[in-house]
C-alpha cells in the first residue's frame, strides 16, 4: 500500500531533525557528566564548632584575661552556650564584650561582668542561690553549673517564660523560675548562701539583706537609671551586715510591680 504524499515526510526535514537529535544526546552526555567533587571549603565547619571556639575566645580574652581567676566559674561559662540566650537577630553578638539586648528594656550582662558578680559570691557546690532578674536565663545557668540549688525571679511575664523554656536544656533540674517582684526576693526558700542582682535599685532591698544566711554574700549595682551605678558587695555574719563597693557599672533599673 502507498503512503499518502500528506504524510510522507520530506527528506530534508527528517535529515535536520536527526541532526537535532544527535546534538541533544550529545550534549547530555557533555554536560550531564559529573565532575570532580568539590573540595569542601573552611567556612563548611560545624556552627556549633564555631560556638566552641567563640565561647572560648570569650572566656579566655574577655573574663580570665581580666581577673577572674575561679575555676569553677571559668568552667561553667564555657559550658554555657550563651548563644541560646540571646534573641536570633543578635546571635552574631553572643560572644561579644557587651551586652545584649532581650526585649522589654532588659539585656543579657556583658560576659566580663557575668564571671565577674559570679565569682565574687564564691559558691560552693551545693549552695542555695538566689537570683533577682532571670531576663533570658544566662546568668541562672551559669550559677547551676555551679550548684544545682537556684532560684530566679522574673517580674516581666515574657521573660520569666522565656527562662524557663530556655532553661529546659538543663532537663528541668537545677534551677527553679519564679514570676513576681524581686525587690522582695523569694522568702519561700531563704536563707540564701548567696543573691546577685542582675538589675538596680536605688537603695539596698532591705528583704534581700534579710534573706541571706550568716556568712552569705549578695551582689548588687545600685545607683540611678541612665547614670553610673556602683557594684556592692554585701555580706552577712549574724546580725552585722558590711558593704563594700566593687566597681563603678551600667545596669538596667530594677522594674517594680505598681502598687
Not at 537570683?131 to 555551679?146: D, F, K
Request: hydrophobic share 45%; net charge negative.
Amino acid at each position: 500500500m502507498s503512503v499518502s504524499s500528506r504524510w510522507r515526510r520530506p527528506p530534508r526535514i527528517v535529515a535536520l531533525g536527526l541532526l537535532l537529535a544527535a546534538l541533544a544526546i550529545a550534549a547530555v552526555l557533555l554536560w550531564g557528566r559529573p565532575g570532580p567533587a568539590a573540595e569542601p571549603q573552611a567556612d563548611a565547619q560545624p556552627q556549633a564548632e564555631r560556638y566552641d571556639l567563640l565561647r572560648e575566645q570569650m572566656v579566655a580574652r574577655q573574663i580570665a584575661a581580666r581577673g577572674v581567676a575561679d575555676p569553677a566559674v571559668l568552667a561553667a561559662m564555657r559550658a554555657v552556650p550563651r548563644h541560646e540566650f540571646v534573641p536570633a537577630e543578635y546571635l552574631s553578638q553572643a560572644y561579644e564584650d557587651h551586652p545584649v539586648a532581650i526585649g522589654y528594656g532588659q539585656t543579657i550582662s556583658q560576659p566580663y561582668i557575668v564571671g565577674l558578680m559570679t565569682e565574687l559570691l564564691q559558691i560552693e557546690p551545693g549552695d542555695r542561690v538566689l537570683e533577682i532578674g532571670a531576663g533570658s536565663g544566662y546568668q541562672a545557668a551559669v550559677l547551676a553549673e555551679i550548684t544545682p540549688h537556684v532560684v530566679s525571679v522574673e517580674i516581666v511575664p515574657e521573660l520569666c517564660e522565656l527562662a524557663r523554656s530556655r532553661l529546659g536544656y538543663r532537663d528541668g533540674g537545677a534551677v527553679k523560675v519564679i514570676c513576681a517582684d524581686g525587690y522582695y526576693g523569694w522568702p519561700e526558700d531563704a536563707p540564701y548562701d548567696a543573691i546577685i542582682v542582675t538589675c538596680a535599685p536605688d537603695h539596698l532591698p532591705q528583704p534581700l539583706i534579710n534573706q541571706l544566711a550568716d556568712g552569705g554574700r549578695m551582689v548588687i549595682p545600685v545607683g540611678p537609671p541612665g547614670m553610673v551605678q556602683v557594684l556592692w558587695l554585701v555580706e552577712r555574719h549574724g546580725e552585722t551586715v558590711t558593704t563594700r563597693q566593687i566597681a563603678d557599672v551600667s545596669f538596667v533599673p530594677l522594674v517594680r510591680k505598681v502598687r
